[in-house]
């Protein structure tokens, strides 16, 4: 018998291998995502959990006719469309130029990845002492017509800066990426090119870009992800100085901020889940068309 | 020394070349952090020449290859091409293009954009691009490919693909960086004929790297022995087979037996307690000299009329031949030789003079 359970073991090894994450994947992650979307058919109070009412897509209907939710979704949107775009086009443009014979490439692609590593919480702290009222920063922006203005609590600004420090967090990690991919070209290739008489420009277009193809489609995705789940740093940024999240106006309201502050400062669970249940779908599209072109490429 | 070495050969298997140098190496140096891998190369390669650069791993015969290229400066020395030098031009500036070693295909385009990217660099218009790939196709048969993808070709057609890329340029020197070295053996030994067809087609001067001596022998007008960072020998492949200049050279090219000797006076060498007659001079009288004999020259024949009697160590069947090794008097002769023996087997050796190869002692190269 014991015979028997090796020899299975041993053919199926890779079960006994993948076991442990896809147990803990079930517990953290299958089991309340399916909970999820079991509570967002519920009326539902933490304060209260044995008494929940069973309201079918009220909580649905109830998100999307809900103002803050469609300005939280808009401002993920545009997030998500300006974050991507200056993502995929700054770290490669990082990426390329670092990876270039230069002097000190490797104590510059430090410091650009030095945000990254850095809790949010201490971006969170530099950003409220950079933008705090009288600081040099906020005095020498003044110079340039933006006097008055409290940069994480006024309208436009607030979402702008967030977005700002989003991209400059991220940027190290996606230049990494690419760096990586970019090394992976053969240099002989770049060799060839240049006996054809290519000059740097055209080895970029004619081979580092087209190659970095797959490394493109990953980023993109990974921006995506990463842009459509952003809550931290907005939420951070946004209560410097005891302002509710989202300040000013909801205008740096994001989905999962949203989600958050109905499911723990409201106490409003049928709701919160409902919109995680929207994000989640939004996500698993998202996901399902990366594979799908992965596998065709 | 050897009186059977040609310095100007003008035919090598039924090739025309010319005597006009087209590139001349002068005095070239190379250091990489402090070290030397190229040291005083000289070297003159003609117009329509194939020649190729013979050495182990490490020799420094890349390095001259990449120096040609453009892609390295030597450390000292200078190149002419034409009488002019090329040192101060960039890649594309020097008449010469690159078959890599690994073909350098660009993955993500098809044989045909692969092959027109020069002349797409250089802003051809596209019914001459158009008619120069279709030129390139059919010389490296390759017609009706145009459209395949690169990453689905076999290597033999990745390599046509690459010499292609190459041609198009209309470089007067073609450099190939070992591109054989992939391919298996049946498929490298039909390029190795192919790439000679190609180069006597086009005229172009092609200077080939290798490690393989059989494929320097089978497709060079010229071999360039190289061994750390020295030349150790230039000349047509037979002269470097017959005459090697040095125990490098002899233990590189083929199997040798190599035996030290000395040089009773011009024409009489004296090993194994025997005096040979030889055709080589130019020797003083009993220097010490290092004999060379090819294994398919030694020859076994009666031993009471033999000048070398010894005994069979071992044989091996070689499948064209057998490989016997005899021990005369403690040294160890490796002989070729169609005819069976036992091992224990006590045999008589000789050699015809033309067939011993006497060699200076501690020749080095770049001399």
């Keep these: 018998m014991l015979k028997k359970i090796l020899k299975y073991l041993d053919k199926h090894i890779y079960l006994v291998l993948l076991a442990p994450f896809m147990i803990l994947s079930i517990i953290f992650t299958l089991i309340p995502i399916i909970n999820s979307f079991y509570i967002s058919f519920f009326d539902f109070s933490f304060l209260n959990p044995s008494k929940r009412s069973f309201v079918l897509l009220d909580n ?3 998100v999307l006719t809900d103002d803050v939710f469609l300005t939280a979704l808009k401002n993920t949107l545009l997030f998500v469309v300006v974050f991507v775009l200056a993502e995929m086009f700054l770290s490669l443009i990082v990426a390329v130029l670092l990876n270039a014979k230069i002097k000190y490439s490797n104590l510059y692609k430090t410091l650009i990845y030095l945000p990254y590593v850095v809790t949010p919480i201490a971006i969170g702290g530099i950003i409220s002492q950079l933008f705090k009222k009288n600081s040099s ?27 700002l420090i989003v991209i400059w967090t991220q940027l190290g990690f996606f230049m990494v990426i690419y760096i990586s991919a970019i090394k992976e070209i053969p240099e002989e290739l770049y060799e060839a090119a240049e006996i054809d008489g290519a000059n740097s420009f055209k080895k970029f277009r004619y081979i580092t870009y087209p190659l970095l193809k797959n490394t493109r489609t990953l980023i993109l995705f990974m921006c995506l992800l990463v842009s459509f ?9 946004s209560t410097i100085g005891g302002t509710s999240p989202g300040t000013p106006n909801n205008t740096t309201m994001t989905l999962v ?13 049928g709701l919160a889940t409902a919109a995680s249940v929207i994000l989640f779908i939004i996500i698993f599209i998202l996901s399902f068309v990366q594979n799908k072109l992965g596998e065709r490429s | 020394m050897a009186t059977g070495f040609n310095k100007i050969r003008i035919f090598n298997q039924g090739h025309i070349t010319t005597n006009k140098p087209l590139i001349e190496i002068k005095n070239i140096s190379k250091e990489f952090d402090g070290e030397i891998v190229l040291k005083e190369v000289d070297l003159t390669i003609k117009e ?33 091409f034409e009488g002019k030098s090329i040192l101060p031009l960039a890649p594309n500036k020097r008449q010469v293009n690159t078959v890599f070693q690994k073909y350098a295909l660009f993955p993500h385009l098809n044989v045909f954009e692969n092959i027109a990217f020069g002349l797409r660099i250089k802003k051809f218009k596209e019914p001459d691009i158009i008619d120069k790939v279709k030129q390139m196709l059919k010389l490296v048969k390759l017609e009706n490919f145009e459209h395949r993808s690169v990453n689905r070709l076999s290597g033999g057609q990745q390599q046509r693909v690459a010499i292609a890329r190459a041609l198009i340029n209309e470089p007067k020197i073609l450099l190939l960086d070992e591109p054989l070295a992939a391919l298996d053996l049946k498929l490298r030994q039909e390029m190795q004929y192919e790439l000679k067809e190609m180069q006597v087609k086009t005229g172009i001067t092609f200077v080939y790297v290798t490690h393989d001596q059989e494929e320097a022998l089978t497709m060079s007008d010229t071999i360039v022995v190289i061994n750390n960072g020295l030349i150790q020998q230039v000349g047509a492949p037979i002269d470097i087979y017959n005459e090697p200049r040095n125990r490098f050279v002899a233990n590189f090219i083929g199997e040798s037996n190599i035996i030290s000797g000395i040089m009773i006076e011009d024409y009489k060498v004296k090993f194994e307690a025997h005096i040979f007659d030889c055709v080589d001079r130019g020797f003083s009288n009993n220097e010490k000299v290092d004999i060379v004999i090819r294994p398919e020259d030694m020859k076994i024949i009666d031993k009471d009329i033999a000048p070398m009697i010894g005994v069979v160590d071992s044989i091996i069947f070689k499948g064209v031949h057998y490989e016997i090794c005899v021990i005369v008097d403690g040294t160890e002769y490796v002989i ?14 000789d050699v015809e003079p033309q067939d011993i190869h006497v060699m200076e002692v501690g020749v080095l190269g770049n001399e």
């Excluded at chain 1, 901020?257 to 669970?269: C, D, H």
Aim: glycine share 8%; aromatic share 16%.
């Design chain 1, 229 to 237: 789940q952003l809550f931290d740093l907005p939420y951070l940024i």
């Design chain 2, 336 to 349: 070729h030789t169609t005819k069976a023996r036992e091992i224990g087997d006590i045999v008589g050796l």
């Design chain 2, 48 to 80: 329509n020449e194939f020649v190729t650069l013979l050495g182990p791993s490490g020799c420094g015969k890349t390095t001259i290859l990449r120096i040609l290229a453009g892609f390295e400066n030597p450390t000292s020395g200078d190149i002419l």
């Design chain 1, 257 to 269: 901020m949203y989600i958050y502050a109905n499911a723990f400062r409201y106490n409003n669970m």
């Design chain 1, 137 to 163: 920063l906020v005095l020498f922006l003044a110079k340039f017509g933006f006097e008055n203005v409290t940069w994480n609590s006024t309208a436009p600004y607030a979402f702008w800066l967030v977005l």
């Design chain 1, 60 to 62: 649905f209907k109830a």
